[in-house]
């Protein structure tokens, strides 16, 4: 690269990380005060994108138009942020912490099928920016001059949002809910109205970042879950509620994507992010800019203690599971089988991230490093299926022990993230090793041998692996082990305090918990007959996070019930409508709203209600 | 008000609807259809509708074997696991003769090897993965539409005609776009020895950096470049490039840049003078082109996509399969599908025996402007069975079986 390019790179690279940054500061914003991690923040900014389309097509595309459409496209999508507050959010902030990611997921379905009802799914070019489509010529060669005004506009809106949280009061109250809600709040600050406000700010800051895009990114339907990826990974790298902190990583990030495709390494673009955030994380827990949370006082009651099942009733439900073969349908034992597998693969979520307290977001990692080590295995190696499905669980293991060591260093949303950048580095090598993984095509003629062939067959044995799975995860709950974990989550203090090396526990709990995910992982491969890298995939991971948290992290059969309640709803909504995302968001709204505990955890309150004394 | 009482009425009428044997219906023939409809909505709507059309022609005209026929659909989330689940439930609870459909190619790969796993007929409609029918073909899967290695083959003579040494390459970074450089660097070696490959960017799908890309691409100043991209990958690469004078005096090829659904979103941006694979519904003239033509206008009130001319021909293609088997038996069907020749809007296409894949062509031209919109301008219709390899190539790429 010579030295024009390396500088007309770094334009690009500083344009890129403007509308970056702005949709990432939004989420900032929010997580700060509210501590909502708002996975719909995507949708927000492609709600941005399109209703400045459809704002320039009614205001004519003059600067006049096109600036107007982009502000109040923006406005716009404010108010959508404060809808989704009002009507949602506000009334599940005392549920348990992470419970809201469930409610925004929902959202993130309603979204996408809203639009493609109201804009339809072929992609909207919108126009060049009136006044400026001509071209600035930089060291002989050419960039948009609305690329130079994009690389101005990101540093004004980050100091414009100084001003507002340095110099107005509505800015002290953010800072200070951000540092220390519950104090707030006793000082007599109103906080719906806050959190109102904030979301609306946030909201604005997003809508913004997607209108600005316009004349750079055609409006498609595609752009919400690209969108929230990045910002997650700038928000954290820059650190949890730092804006500055946002920033400078939005150019680090946008930059260094630059740099890759002008470097000629393109293919590493698919990753990049990632690795910079994995890197970052290692070398600094909280981010490039962020600080320590301050000790969070427990909101509400802690997680009450986990039930220990009765015998009798999952000896009960064990009858019933292996009844179904016999109901003659063949495709009911198909779909248990997918549900018995998510089955263990929730549960193994939920041992971390209920008990032990470490959330992750990229628990699919281990769900399709065993269903592709199952895989391989059986191809390559040509081993038989039987050792396959018995050995590939343990190469997850050895995958978790690795990313295990890195995580359970930190704690919160980063120890969260950490586990997605492991997730998505996994998901990307698998994606990209066409030799060794049939790179996006996945590998296929993966099925079970003669004996296991037949549906029930092979049902019944999953039902015995996956059962199993899960009776070892149970068991540990509650022995002194699991007694350990809960222990670390409720009070690391006290736990190091009386002589217990925490980390080395939460550390084996991860590994165990992963090598659990990778057995439900292989077990799902071989009854599919092929893998594909979407086994591995953020959808996957977050499908998970919906499962435990749709049944009730702080119940014990929650992940199941989730698991069966999540994998049969996709499956009948889609049947019954074209529509079915939307369907299945406001289904699970609906479910959110009415049992703010998980569908388990609400059905048990109800019940201790209704009991007679 | 939603209360607790019409929300356990509503979820328990789900339950039953989804634990319910449909009722046996005997006096149609089911044919199982499963696409990502959601994932790639703007190619699967018309191709929707395609289907559609061609099911009420079929059904106006008396059926197959005295019975009408009925898709059953599923949309498969654009994901294989998915895929594949839907697939045993159309077989088994809706007990479909067979399976048509998909559009990825992961997916239209694993439901192959689904098909050949369960011994079941599958006419693969619109992935373009050269490998369905080489290197993992198998008995049970035929392909109907015009696969990467065509459309790329198609584009070459004009290609190697212009002689061009330095060439840059574009090109999603998946099965699709990896195939088509493949086949695209392979070929034009073959013609042309002397070409040198001076760039080469691979952007993940749906998130090009396009100006850094064309930024890149202009650096190594090409003579022409070769470019697989689609969607809104297409349009934002045309917009960065064009802004920053990527296209100065260069000649480019898009591989699909003529379909509708790729072009009409450029509007009067559309890159006048880039050689392109497409479907000028507009300037054929065909008469079984036309007879399809004013029957989609008639029913839709919208001009035809690619995608509906493949969604009304997976269509006709299973008929004729029906008819010429004589009966739904899987052997008798393979059997029928063999060879099988019947007429599309493209004209006859026939399955050939070697390899399954169907010889349906491909027009193409260079992309120009009228009215403000793009359009294909110097076109020319490419029958599929001249852009295909050797025999004995494809002999040895797919597994005897």
């Known amino acids: 690269m010579t030295f024009a390019s390396v500088v007309i790179q770094l334009l690009n690279g500083l344009a890129a990380a403007s509308s970056l940054f702005l949709v990432s500061a939004g989420l900032s914003l929010i997580f700060g005060v509210t501590r909502i991690v708002n996975f719909a923040h995507g949708s927000l900014y492609m709600l941005g994108l399109y209703g400045a389309y459809s704002l320039i097509e009614a205001l004519g595309r003059t600067p006049l138009g096109f600036w107007s459409a982009v502000i109040l496209a923006a406005l716009a999508v404010g108010l959508v942020g404060v809808a989704i507050e009002l009507v949602v959010l506000r009334r599940i902030y005392r549920a348990p912490e992470l419970f809201q990611l469930l409610a925004t997921f929902a959202i993130v379905l309603v979204i996408k099928d809203v639009a493609l009802a109201v804009w339809g799914s072929e992609d909207l070019v919108g126009p060049r920016a009136p006044g400026l489509s001509f071209p600035v010529e930089i060291l002989d060669r050419r960039i948009p001059a609305y690329d130079l005004l994009l690389i101005v506009i990101g540093p004004v809106v980050l100091a414009l949002m100084w001003l507002l949280l340095a110099r107005t009061r509505w800015g002290a109250l953010a800072r200070a809910a951000t540092q220390d809600r519950e104090m707030v709040g006793a000082l007599g600050v109103d906080q719906a109205k806050l959190f109102t406000s904030v979301f609306f700010v946030g909201a604005v800051l997003a809508g913004l970042g997607g209108a600005l895009q316009i004349p750079r990114e055609p409006a498609n339907l595609e752009i919400d879950l690209s969108v929230i990826a990045d910002a997650f990974v700038v928000t954290v790298v820059g650190g949890l509620g730092s804006l500055g902190g946002a920033f400078l990583a939005a150019v680090l990030i946008g930059v260094a994507k630059a740099f890759c495709i002008g470097f000629g390494f393109s293919k590493l673009t698919l990753v990049v992010e990632f690795v910079i955030m994995g890197l970052v994380l290692v070398m600094r827990p909280y ?288 049947r019954e409508t074209d529509y079915w995302r939307a369907a299945l968001g406001l289904m699970i709204l609906l479910i959110v709203v009415v049992f703010p505990q998980g569908l388990v955890g609400g059905l048990k309150a109800l019940y201790a209600r209704w009991r007679p004394a | 008000m939603l209360t607790r009482n019409r929300l356990l009425a509503g979820v328990s009428a789900l339950v039953a609807a989804s634990f319910a044997l449909p009722a046996a219906a005997q006096d149609t023939i089911k044919l199982g259809e499963l696409n990502s409809y959601k994932v790639f909505a703007a190619f699967l709507e018309p191709y929707k509708k395609g289907w559609e059309l061609a099911v009420e022609e079929v059904n106006a005209a008396g059926g197959v074997l005295g019975k009408k026929i009925e898709i059953v659909s599923r949309d498969d989330n654009g994901n294989p696991a998915d895929a594949v689940r839907v697939a045993e439930e159309l077989l088994s609870r809706e007990k479909v003769a067979f ?125 022409a470049i070769f470019s697989s991209l689609f969607g809104s990958d297409l349009a934002k690469f045309v917009r960065e490039g064009s802004q920053r004078g990527l296209f100065k005096g260069v000649e480019v090829f898009d591989l699909l840049g003529g379909e509708p659904e790729y072009l009409d979103p450029l509007k009067d941006e559309a890159p006048v003078g880039w050689y392109v694979t497409g479907y000028p519904w507009y300037g054929i003239k065909t008469p079984e082109h036309q007879k399809f033509l004013d029957a989609y206008q008639a029913k839709y009130k919208d001009y035809p996509r690619l995608g509906s001319v493949v969604g009304y021909s997976v269509v006709m293609s299973a008929v004729a399969a029906i008819k010429k088997a004589g009966s739904l038996d899987q052997e008798k069907l393979v059997a029928a599908m063999a060879g099988l020749s019947h007429s599309t809007p493209f004209g006859t296409i026939t399955y050939r025996t070697l390899d399954h894949q169907s010889t349906m062509g491909a027009y193409v031209g260079r992309v120009g402007l009228k009215d403000g919109k793009g359009i294909m301008t110097d076109w020319r219709f490419v029958d599929g069975k001249d852009a295909l390899p050797s025999d004995a190539e494809v002999k040895k790429m797919r597994p005897a079986n």
Request: hydrophobic share 50%; glycine share 10%.
């Open chain 2, 99 to 223: 399976l048509i459909g998909t559009f990825p190619s992961n997916v239209g790969l694993a439901v192959a090897d689904f098909a050949k796993q369960r011994k079941t007929l599958f006419i693969a409609a619109e992935p373009l993965t050269d490998k369905i029918v080489w290197d993992n073909g198998n008995a049970y899967t035929f392909r109907l539409r015009t696969s990467t290695y065509m459309q790329t083959a198609m584009l070459i003579p004009d290609a190697a005609k212009l002689k061009k040494k330095r060439w840059a390459i574009v090109y999603p970074n998946y099965e699709y776009g990896q195939s088509a450089t493949a086949a695209f660097k392979k070929l034009l070696k073959e013609k042309q020895p002397d070409v040198e490959f001076v760039a080469e960017q691979a952007p993940p799908l749906g998130k090009i950096d396009a100006g850094a890309v064309a930024q890149a691409l202009a650096d190594a100043k090409p003579d």
């Open chain 1, 287 to 574: 981010g490039l800019l962020g600080k320590p949370p301050a000790m969070a006082r427990a909101v509400g009651e802690p997680a009450p203690p986990l039930q220990p099942p009765r015998r009798w009733a999952v000896g009960a439900w064990l009858v019933l599971f292996a009844l179904v073969p016999l109901l003659g349908d063949r495709y009911v034992t198909v779909l248990m089988t997918d549900i018995t597998c998510f089955a263990l693969f929730a549960v193994s979520l939920h041992f971390i991230m209920g008990p032990a307290g470490m959330v992750s977001f990229g628990h699919a990692a281990y769900f399709g490093l065993g269903a592709y080590a199952g895989a391989l295995l059986f191809k390559k190696a040509g081993l038989p299926m039987e050792l396959a499905l018995v050995l590939a669980p343990f190469v997850a293991g050895l995958f978790a022990v690795v990313y295990g060591w890195f995580c359970v260093r930190l704690s919160g949303v980063y120890l969260a993230m950490l586990t997605l950048a492991f997730a998505q580095i996994s998901w990307s090598i698998v994606f990209q090793w066409d030799e060794l993984t049939a790179g996006s095509n996945g590998l296929v003629g993966v099925w079970p041998s003669m004996w296991l062939s037949g549906k029930p067959a092979y049902y019944y044995l999953t039902l015995a692996l996956c059962g199993a799975g899960v009776a070892l995860l149970w068991r540990a709950l509650f022995s002194p082990f699991g007694y350990v974990l809960r222990a670390g989550r409720d009070s690391p203090l006290r736990a190091e305090a009386i002589g217990i090396d925490l980390r080395a526990f939460q550390w084996a709990a991860f590994v165990l918990a992963g090598t659990m995910a990778g057995l439900a992982g292989v077990v799902f491969a071989f009854s599919k007959g092929s893998i594909s890298p979407s086994s591995v995939s953020i959808a996957q991971s977050t499908d998970g996070l919906v499962m435990v948290l749709l049944g009730g992290v702080e119940t014990l059969s929650g992940p199941v019930v989730g698991a069966a309640l999540f994998t049969w709803l996709r499956d009948t909504l889609a």
